[in-house]
């Protein structure tokens, strides 16, 4: 590796260490109520430090959303180019796997769940195309499913809205020490949403009423 590729790498790494910190300092605080100077110390570093490698603490709350819906997409992209062939419930399952894999990683999670309304119009414009775009893919394989029969006649709007919403509460409730493990939840959702959608009985819980 030359040595502009490691430094390139060190700033990326230290960018990342700095979202995680922010992210976390925002969902105790809010972001509002968190300095430069707490996310800052958190780190072990000088506010001057902080401000080479962002602006304000609005660029950073912009940075953390920005960061983690390219994740977002990118899994999106990974399943739609690796599972060209595949059956709608497939490609759904993996939908759903990739983005609860996301949300539960302790930037991501905690990033995906602030208020992006903080940020001024041009930044939130930027955030909305990315959140919209997500949706969509969703939308679109819920469609097929639809169309080629391996879905219940459901809205597909309506149903993304309801998969995305239970998603993004992942964020309210998990946590690393819980009793719930991170891998086992991502499938127990994509179980969940994907047989709830499909044609036939409802999957048996195992509960009483």
């Not at 391996?150 to 309506?158: G, H, I, Q, S, T």
Request: glycine share 8%; with cysteine; proline share 1%.
């Amino acid at each position: 590796m030359q040595a502009a590729e490691r430094r390139q790498k060190k700033t990326e790494l230290k960018r990342e260490a700095i979202l995680r910190s922010a992210a976390a300092a925002f969902r105790r605080k809010g972001y509002h109520g968190t300095s430069m100077e707490d996310i800052s110390e958190q780190l072990l570093m000088t506010k001057g430090s902080l401000y080479y490698y962002f602006s304000d603490k609005e660029a950073i709350l912009f940075a953390c959303h920005d960061f983690s819906l390219d994740r977002v997409l990118e899994k999106m992209r990974e399943v739609i180019e690796a599972q060209k062939a595949a059956n709608s419930a497939d490609k759904l399952g993996a939908l759903i796997q990739g983005l609860v894999d996301v949300m539960i990683d302790d930037l991501q999670g905690s990033a995906l769940a602030l208020d992006f309304t903080a940020l001024r119009d041009e930044l939130l414009e930027k955030i909305i195309i990315k959140r919209d775009q997500f949706e969509r893919g969703m939308r679109v394989v819920i469609s097929e499913g639809v169309k080629n029969g391996e879905f219940r006649n459901v809205d597909p709007k309506l149903a993304t809205f309801a998969i995305l919403g239970a998603i993004n509460w992942i964020s309210k409730w998990y946590r690393p020490d819980g009793s719930f493990k991170a891998a086992d939840i991502g499938r127990m959702y994509s179980d969940l949403f994907v047989k709830g959608l499909s044609q036939g009985e409802l999957p048996d819980t195992g509960q009483g009423a």
